[in-house]
């Protein structure tokens, strides 16, 4: 006989809030945590290819395990983990994989990342289920029934690719955890929602129909929460909703899913919104459901610029909470209290070292560990785990908020790709903190923003630059309400000031004219939404459609200007 769906909810709440209680607890004495988890992984895979090579069995600490393992980022451990992908056996672990996790590699290319039992049972799932403590919490509404969140992370494969050896290779947000690795509770708000299996005429490779076909059905229910980790998606939601509104009042009122047969007709229901729409001007997310709590995702980086506008399209009593810092590698940081941007470092899933983010990350770099961080400072992620990943760098930058109870709170602060034309190294953070200080500066607002680097170089030997007029930085950024050529051009005097006070090099590449003063693009309202669907439309995965600091599309970057 199979549970109620209440007897779910509270299964599912009791593992949740005890993992979130097991990492709370770690916490009291980080050090002791992390040095757990290092022997984990020593003893676990002390005689795999990669631990005898190393030493992993005359290893007896962290001092020890740095002197023997160099830091190293996906194209150093590449070649281990395509032969664990090819069915080599005893590679990197001695737990064999089920699964690899799809994960984009900096040249396009898809990183293959093996996945083993014993990682999801130690590193990745008690971090993941404490995860979802503040919304069970606080909002357990939106985890009572399951057609009370729409997840927009939630995408099953339909037909996964397979590496050389036949397992499957998807996204982390594909893999069905229950039937993989036998956890019943694993399946995520919202992901049993009457919509997370689409009807038979849904083209798999269609992403754009998948997404219309699931807001179409969600519109029938009264959502609580939407779930997107990636923000992006979620910014996506109110545009389609305009773009596609009579397309989905007349699916509503007829009682169809894309003009095929759905469920009931409901005249009244469609006559109500197309009042509520014409009344604000364009239908927003509220109206479509009234008593929306909840948006769960990333809160910093970009999407902190165009979060608070973004939640007042979804009701006024909507809050928003930060998904975990982690990527398909593992787990970073985990929100255990309500803070807007950061979490509490996931200690027992593996070792954490942490590198100045102003310094290149090396092989022989020196490394913090968590209880060494200075709140305001960012730092490189290096990351060891059982499941096969030895001083791995993530390439993702943390910041440290504050301190609570002796433990640094970290929240994501960017990519660590640099940009870097003419000395200036800057990083994303810098570009976001400066936006931000623009912003505050002139009382502007803005949707979404993006940069690249313009002109040409100085010849070798000369101050004079090239033909093309010297390198600077173009801004396209999306204003919130109308901007005057005025307050244009104050945004951009701001923006250029910011970008100097958050990085000398930039401050230098300026004083010796070896950049140029930014330029800024407004772009039309509705722009980045646009190039976010234009994306999704020429086959990438909603969840894989990302904002972009630095925007090295130049086919992106003009379709933006154009809009």
């Known amino acids: ?83 664990a992908a090819a069915g080599r056996p005893n590679v990197l672990s001695a737990d064999p994989p089920v699964v690899f996790f799809k994960s984009s590699g900096s040249t396009g290319d898809s990183k293959r990342i093996p996945v083993t039992r014993e990682f999801m049972r130690n590193c990745f799932f008690p971090p993941y289920y404490a995860a979802w403590a503040n919304i069970v919490e606080h909002h357990p509404e939106a985890v009572r029934r399951p057609d009370a969140t729409l997840n927009l992370k939630h995408d099953p494969a339909p037909a996964p690719a397979a590496t050389r050896s036949g397992h499957p290779h998807l996204g982390a947000s594909q893999v069905d955890f229950g039937r993989a690795f036998g956890e019943r509770l694993s399946a995520e708000p919202g992901s049993r929602a009457p919509w997370s299996t689409l ?129 398909s ?66 390439g993702d930058v943390v910041r440290v908020v504050d301190r609570t109870e ?26 976001v903190s400066a936006l931000h200080a623009a912003t505050r500066a002139t009382g502007l607002e803005i949707r979404n923003a993006t940069c690249r680097v313009t002109g040409t170089p100085a010849r070798p030997g000369t101050p004079e630059p090239g033909a093309d007029g010297p390198q600077r930085y173009a801004f396209a950024v999306e204003p919130f309400g109308r901007w005057s050529p005025e307050e244009t051009e104050a945004f951009t005097r701001a923006l250029d000031g910011a970008l100097g006070a958050r990085s000398e090099g930039y401050r230098a590449a300026r004083v010796g004219a070896r950049l140029g003063a930014p330029g800024l693009h407004r772009v039309a309202p509705g722009g ?14 909603p969840a894989q459609v990302k904002d972009r600091v630095f925007q090295n599309d130049d086919a992106a970057w003009h379709r933006l200007l154009d809009a």
Request: aromatic share 8%; glycine share 8%; proline share 7%.
């Open 406 to 431: 002796g433990v640094p709170r970290l929240e994501y602060a960017g990519r660590r790709t640099l940009s870097d034309a003419a000395g200036e190294r800057l990083r994303e953070g810098h570009v």
């Open 199 to 327: 009807p038979s005429f849904v083209d798999p490779a269609d992403h754009l129909q998948r997404c219309y076909v699931r807001l179409r059905a969600a519109m029938a229910h009264d959502v609580r929460c939407v779930i997107g980790i990636n923000p992006a998606v979620v910014a996506a939601l109110p545009h389609q909703l305009a773009q596609w509104w009579p397309r989905l009042v007349k699916d509503v009122h007829d009682g169809t899913v894309d003009g095929h047969p759905g469920p009931e007709p409901d005249p009244g229901r469609a006559r109500l919104l197309d009042r509520l729409a014409e009344r604000a001007g364009a239908p927003l997310p509220a109206h479509v459901w009234p008593r929306m709590e909840l948006l769960f995702c990333w809160t910093t980086g970009l999407a902190s610029l165009y979060l608070p506008r973004l939640r007042e399209a979804f009701g006024p009593r909507v809050s928003a909470l930060p998904a975990p810092a982690a990527a």
């Open 329 to 394: 590698e593992g787990f970073v940081a985990v929100a255990l209290d309500r803070h807007p941007t950061a979490g509490s470092p996931a200690v027992t899933g593996g070792l954490l070292e942490f590198v100045d983010a102003d310094d290149d990350l090396l092989p022989d770099s020196d490394t913090l560990l968590c209880d060494e961080l200075t709140p305001g400072g960012e730092y490189h992620v290096v990351l060891s785990h059982v499941g096969g990943l030895y001083r791995y760098a993530l």
């Open 528 to 541: 980045f939404a646009s190039e976010w669907q234009d994306r999704v439309a020429r086959g990438t995965r």
């Open 1 to 83: 006989m199979s549970d109620t769906a209440e007897e779910l909810f509270a299964a599912y709440r009791q593992r949740v809030l005890a993992e979130r209680d097991g990492l709370r607890k770690a916490l009291g004495d980080v050090r002791a945590a992390q040095d757990g988890a290092l022997r984990h992984l020593l003893d676990a895979n002390a005689d795999t290819e990669f631990g005898r090579r190393h030493g992993f069995a005359r290893l007896r600490g962290v001092d020890d395990f740095r002197a023997a393992v160099p830091i190293a980022d996906y194209e150093a451990l590449g070649p281990w983990m395509e032969a």
